[in-house]
């Protein structure tokens, strides 16, 4: 596949696991058998948790193991005014509006029996900020997608998976977006941005033509889909591969240390025995 690009994108929050080195080898091989392209992109959005060492540490672990990427590596932080001129262009259009409500509001909004359903993002919003306009907005509101006007807009959306988990054409139907998705947040408060926006905004930037990640996220596609469409972005094909877990079955997370890259290389395990643990 000519021009063939994908990424790996981690958060410098804490140190890489297996899951992390699965993803990664996963994205890397798919770019050779393409005969293309890997990029390597940090998402340090969220400044109060991440460390210049961890992402020092990021790129010692993916070298280790044999990946290597263009240079400059592209780092969310350094592009704020990207995020926001996309706010801008869905603020024209009418679609997002400033939300000042906590979590424990939300929560007790959706106390009542018939709510609580959770989306990809958690429990739905029900609305309680809908009517308040962007001209209300400050410091301390979040800024959320209008989910109904959004997809009035857009009309039906969809996607190709060319993953082995869930391969085919993923058609999303409007209703199903408001009712399983809903009113997200674009922006959170003090950020700027949410991982939503500026995923999308920087795969459009990158020109990546396939996403390759985790089908922890692939309830979120449907939400970078809109926002594609939103934004006249092009829409890369995805390929969403399984998760690595631990002995009980649960999803690894940078907390579990025992499983970081880099205390199997401290051990003296090899990138090749790193590769036969996560079945690559």
């Not at 992390?20 to 940090?42: E, K, M, P, V």
């Not at 060492?53 to 005014?81: C, F, K, N």
């Amino acid at each position: 596949m000519a021009g063939y690009l994908t990424r790996f994108a981690p958060s410098p929050t804490g140190p890489l696991h297996l899951g992390h080195a699965y993803s990664a080898l996963t994205a890397f091989d798919r770019a050779q058998s393409q005969g293309g392209t890997f990029l390597l992109r940090i998402e340090d959005i969220d400044r109060s948790r991440c460390r210049p060492e961890w992402e020092a540490q990021i790129y010692a672990d993916l070298h280790w193991l044999g990946l290597t990427w263009p240079e400059p590596v592209m780092r969310q932080s350094d592009r704020l005014p990207a995020y926001a001129a996309a706010l801008g262009r869905l603020a024209t259009l009418g679609l997002i509006y400033p939300c000042r409500c906590t979590r424990a509001d939300i929560r007790a909004a959706l106390s009542a029996p018939q709510e609580g359903v959770q989306g990809p993002d958690g429990p739905i919003y029900p609305g309680t900020c809908r009517h308040r306009s962007m001209t209300e907005a400050g410091a301390q509101d979040a800024i959320r997608l209008d989910m109904a006007k959004a997809t009035a807009l857009t009309g039906p959306i969809s996607f190709q998976e060319n993953g082995p988990l869930r391969s085919g054409l993923h058609i999303l139907d409007p209703q199903d977006m408001i009712d399983a998705v809903g009113d997200v947040v674009l922006a959170r408060r003090d950020m700027g941005t949410s991982y939503h926006l500026s995923v999308t905004v920087d795969d459009a930037a990158q020109g990546i033509t396939e996403v390759v990640r985790g089908v922890d996220l692939f309830d979120a596609t449907a939400i970078h889909v809109l926002l594609q469409r939103l934004l006249d972005l092009p829409t890369p094909t995805y390929w969403h591969h399984d998760l690595i877990r631990d002995d009980h079955g649960k999803r690894l997370a940078k907390r579990d240390d025992a499983r970081a890259i880099a205390l199997y290389r401290k051990d003296g395990a090899s990138p090749a025995e790193i590769r036969a643990m996560v079945g690559l």
